[in-house]
Structures are given as C-alpha cells and as structure tokens.
C-alpha cells in the first residue's frame, strides 16, 4: 500500500489558489484553519484572544488526519507543531491540545491501514464521542461443551391450527353475500 502521511494543519490549510503557495508560511498552523474559514466563508472572522485556562482538548488521528474535537461538535484538523485550538464555529476560545509524547509513533501505528481505518485516540480521551468501545466479553461455555458439542435446542412449539371451516357449515338463515 502506498504511504500516505497523517494530514497535519500546515499541509491541510493550504491559501487558496488566487494567492501565492507561500503566502500562509508566517501563520502559525492553529491560526492558519480561521485563514481558511474566513476565506470558504467568505466574511471576516477574529480569533480569540486569550487562553483558555485549565482547559485541554485530546487530539486524535481520524481517517488520516490529526483533529480536535469542539465542545460544539465540530472538529479541525491540528497539528503537534503548534498544539492550540480554537473554534472558527462557535468561538470557543483558545486550548490546549493533548497530543501523545510522541506523536510519529502513532503516526507510525495506523500508516499500514486503509485511510478510511487510520484512526488512533488518546488513552486518556474517555469522552470521545466516536472511541470504538472495549470488545464484548466471550460467553462462558459450559465444561465438556464446544464448538463441536452444542448445546441441543428445544424444539420450538407448534401454533395451533385454525380449524378449517367446511362450505354451508357456519353460515346462518337469511345471510346474503
């Protein structure tokens, strides 16, 4: 399978094609997604000022892509080089990103799947709303019971026939049909 990089914010949020490659070089990678918002929007959008104190958001890779999930629902995708996150939708202010000690690592563990299975989450992240849960216990089996040796099942009662109704049989006087 060919080798494709996990999509960081400086490679994503590109200037769009009426300005020069490198007229975005200077914007900070978190600052680079309100670039591109304002520009796809089409209207002026100011970052917010400050930080927000004591407040971390848990990056994750998803098909692919290194992204921060909002309190509002939306996500951008971020980057370890510039670990900030701000909401061009809502307007949740500025927050820390958790990303893992060594993000290349987790890069590395979802580079030999499929894109759309490139998906790594944070061990501490246990509010991610799309965290594939743990898989579901083996049912017990019974000693001297296997995969050869199934249980027998009950047969399963019969329903009850209707009784068949015979011509001229049910009919009353005077009926006309």
Same mark, same amino acid.
């Given at each position: 399978?060919?080798?494709?990089?996990?999509?960081?914010?400086?490679?994503?949020?590109?200037?769009?094609?009426?300005?020069?490659?490198?007229?975005?070089?200077?914007?900070?990678?978190?600052?680079?997604?309100?670039?591109?918002?304002?520009?796809?929007?089409?209207?002026?959008?100011?970052?917010?000022?400050?930080?927000?104190?004591?407040?971390?958001?848990?990056?994750?890779?998803?098909?692919?892509?290194?992204?921060?999930? =909002?309190?509002? *629902?939306? /996500? $951008? &995708?971020?980057? %370890? @080089?510039? #670990?900030?996150? +701000?909401?061009? !939708? =809502?307007?949740? *202010?500025? /927050? $820390? &990103?958790?990303? %893992? @000690?060594? #993000?290349?690592? +987790?890069?590395? !563990?979802?580079?030999?799947?499929?894109?759309?299975?490139?998906?790594?989450?944070?061990?501490?992240?246990?509010?991610?709303?799309?965290?594939?849960?743990?898989?579901?216990?083996?049912?017990?089996?019974?000693?001297?019971?296997?995969?050869?040796?199934?249980?027998?099942?009950?047969?399963?009662?019969?329903?009850?026939?209707?009784?068949?109704?015979?011509?001229?049989?049910?009919?009353?006087?005077?009926?006309?049909?």
């Amino acid at each position: 399978m060919k080798e494709i990089p996990v999509q960081r914010a400086e490679s994503f949020y590109r200037p769009p094609p009426t300005l020069p490659a490198t007229s975005w070089d200077l914007v900070p990678p978190a600052e680079r997604v309100w670039r591109w918002y304002e520009n796809t929007a089409q209207r002026r959008l100011n970052p917010p000022a400050g930080i927000l104190l004591g407040e971390r958001v848990y990056a994750r890779i998803n098909h692919g892509r290194w992204v921060a999930d =909002c309190v509002c *629902g939306s /996500a $951008q &995708i971020v980057t %370890p @080089a510039d #670990p900030r996150f +701000a909401c061009p !939708e =809502c307007g949740y *202010g500025w /927050a $820390q &990103i958790q990303f %893992p @000690a060594r #993000p290349e690592a +987790a890069e590395a !563990e979802v580079s030999a799947k499929a894109p759309h299975e490139r998906n790594w989450w944070n061990a501490d992240d246990l509010k991610a709303w799309d965290r594939p849960g743990p898989p579901p216990p083996e049912p017990e089996k019974e000693p001297g019971r296997g995969p050869a040796d199934p249980r027998p099942q009950e047969p399963m009662p019969e329903e009850p026939k209707p009784e068949e109704v015979t011509p001229g049989a049910g009919s009353k006087e005077g009926d006309s049909r």
